[in-house]
């Protein structure tokens, strides 16, 4: 998940940089050529950038599955020292009384 993160930092900044670039260029004409290529660019940043989107949401929701099923093997796991407890409790009350 981290690279995923990281990724996708470097990704927006990316097109923080063609945006600029962009933006500067604005005031000059573009060829057509060069702006196709740039706005193909930017669809694949944006492409990029919603698959990372859709894998970030796919990683937290493994990690909640995963905090679910631990929280439940805490619970089963303090269930089980009950349990123990009142089994190893159990013969010391008996053993009093013969």
Do not use: Y
């Amino acid at each position: 998940m981290r690279f995923t993160v990281m990724k996708l930092a470097g990704l927006v900044f990316g097109l923080c940089v063609v945006g600029a670039a962009w933006a500067d260029g604005a005031s000059k004409p573009v060829s057509s050529a060069k702006q196709a290529k740039i706005e193909q660019q930017l669809a694949q940043r944006n492409a990029e950038i919603e698959q990372l989107r859709q894998d970030v949401k796919v990683q937290e929701a493994k990690s909640r599955e995963t905090d679910q099923r631990l929280q439940q093997q805490d619970r089963t796991m303090a269930d089980l020292r009950k349990q123990l407890s009142a089994l190893n409790a159990a013969p010391d009350a008996g053993q009093g009384r013969h």
